[in-house]
């Protein structure tokens, strides 16, 4: 995809790495409807990137909420060419823990419903709308970036639930972009490894120094802007299409 002027949806878009893909897609002249929970945050950035965003509250996971953020997109002056899917939630513990007890099955099915079921919600709905749209050079009608992890490949202790909904992503990217060959829409994954989101932030200094560390190279956290670059890099690159990009300075977790 050559041009940027067009409309794309960022699930996740009002903080993290889906907040600095909202900005580098507006900043290249998209205009972007940020799809998220946090009411704050999400109005708060369509304020202040102006007539480039508007902010629909969403949860991924719901049909209906997102056919209407798809529905927000499709009504902007420009063809909806571009989806990213940033949304994504956190759990850890293990499969058996003390005293012998077995991990809850909510939170599994809650991980797995928000990563994996919500990615493919917006990535289904958002495709549809793209099929209808006219096909530019080479027959692309638009993209469709998703978020996956390393943990997909190197689950450590704890990451089960995490590491299963996101290696159904990494698992759908092919057959979604074999799928949508025929619409012409590319489906890629990227695969960060240790970024320096607001989870991290958290963690005492010390202790993300130690992260760091352990990154082969580039010896630093990975920032949200790498991936923001990276996805942005996929949209333009019309020949990617069907896979997943390991984005972490050639790290490989150990088991803990």
């Given at each position: 995809?050559q041009?940027?002027?067009?409309?794309?949806?960022?699930s996740?878009?009002?903080?993290?790495?889906?907040e600095?893909?909202?900005?580098a897609?507006?900043?290249?002249?998209?205009?972007?409807?940020i799809?998220?929970?946090?009411e704050?945050?999400?109005?708060?950035l369509?304020?202040?990137?102006?007539?480039?965003?508007?902010?629909?509250?969403?949860?991924v996971?719901?049909?209906?909420q997102?056919?209407?953020?798809?529905?927000d997109a499709?009504?902007?002056?420009?063809?909806l060419r571009?989806?990213?899917?940033?949304?994504?939630?956190?759990?850890a513990?293990?499969?058996?823990?003390?005293?012998?007890t077995a991990?809850?099955?909510?939170?599994?099915l809650?991980?797995v419903?928000v990563?994996?079921?919500?990615?493919f919600n917006?990535?289904?709905l958002?495709?549809?709308a793209m099929a209808a749209?006219?096909?530019?050079?080479d027959?692309?009608?638009g993209v469709?970036?998703n978020?996956?992890?390393i943990?997909?490949?190197?689950?450590?202790?704890?990451?089960?639930?995490?590491a299963?909904s996101?290696?159904?992503i990494?698992g759908?990217?092919?057959p979604?972009?074999?799928?949508?060959?025929?619409v012409?829409?590319r489906?890629?994954?990227?695969?960060?490894?240790?970024v320096?989101?607001?989870l991290?932030?958290?963690?005492?200094e010390?202790?993300?120094a130690?992260?760091?560390?352990g990154?082969?190279?580039?010896?630093?956290?990975?920032?949200?802007?790498?991936?923001?670059?990276?996805?942005?890099?996929?949209?333009?690159?019309?020949y990617l299409?069907?896979?997943?990009?390991?984005?972490?300075?050639?790290l490989?977790?150990?088991p803990?």
């Open positions: 995809m041009s940027f002027d067009v409309a794309a949806v960022v996740g878009g009002a903080s993290g790495l889906g600095a893909t909202t900005r897609l507006a900043a290249r002249g998209a205009a972007v409807t799809v998220d929970l946090n704050e945050r999400g109005n708060a369509a304020a202040e990137l102006g007539g480039h965003a508007t902010f629909v509250r969403t949860d996971t719901d049909e209906s997102v056919a209407a953020a798809v529905a499709t009504g902007k002056d420009r063809p571009i989806a990213v899917n940033c949304a994504g939630i956190g759990w513990q293990r499969t058996v823990g003390k005293g012998n991990h809850d099955l909510d939170p599994f809650r991980t419903m990563n994996l079921v919500g990615t917006v990535l289904r958002a495709a549809a749209t006219e096909p530019e050079e027959g692309e009608r469709v970036v978020t996956a992890s943990a997909a490949f190197d689950g450590q202790i704890g990451q089960v639930a995490y299963a996101k290696g159904g990494v759908l990217t092919l979604a972009a074999r799928d949508l060959s025929s012409g829409v489906v890629c994954t990227i695969a960060p490894g240790l320096d989101t607001p991290l932030g958290s963690l005492p010390e202790a993300r130690a992260l760091a560390g990154i082969p190279f580039p010896k630093r956290l990975g920032r949200p802007d790498d991936f923001a670059r990276l996805a942005l890099a996929i949209v333009e690159h019309g299409n069907g896979e997943t990009i390991r984005m972490d300075g050639a490989r977790m150990a803990r």
